[in-house]
């Protein structure tokens, strides 16, 4: 293993609040429609995504442009929804402005993916989450 692998970032959410720094990493990163999967039989929701390194900022590294390819998985999904994300443009690029949760009833969650596009207008899908006590 490199030393870049080493000291790569390694982030594991359980709750809202991890999600939160999730979506910080996360924010200015871009996606291809064709990277954002959800394996329903085994419900596990993948998105890979060419992120922006903040971390190197936040130790004082400053370099132009550093980006990361990286995933971020979620299991347990119940379902996705997309909106207004043609699927068959599977080059087009979305960039990702924020990644939200909330509690939808008992120990159910929906997490929102938002994008924006060049037109400045709004993207999002939805992905809901069983949680089990």
Do not use: H, P, T
């Not at 870049?4 to 996606?31: R, T, W």
């Not at 990277?35 to 130790?59: A, C, H, P, S, Y």
């Amino acid at each position: 293993m490199s030393e870049d692998e080493k000291n790569n970032l390694k982030l594991i959410g359980k709750n809202q609040e991890d999600l939160k720094v999730i979506s910080a990493y996360s924010q200015d990163s871009i996606v291809a429609v064709k990277d954002i999967i959800f394996l329903e039989k085994n419900r596990i929701f993948v998105m890979v995504i060419n992120r922006f390194m903040w971390e190197d900022v936040e130790k004082g590294i400053y370099r132009q442009n550093k980006r990361i390819k990286c995933a971020i998985r979620f299991e347990g999904i119940l379902k996705v929804k997309s909106k207004r994300i043609n699927q068959k443009n599977r080059k087009k690029r979305l960039e990702c402005l924020a990644i939200e949760c909330n509690e939808i009833l008992d120990k159910n969650y929906e997490i929102n993916f938002f994008f924006l596009w060049w037109r400045c207008s709004y993207f999002n899908f939805r992905v809901y989450r069983s949680c089990y006590a």
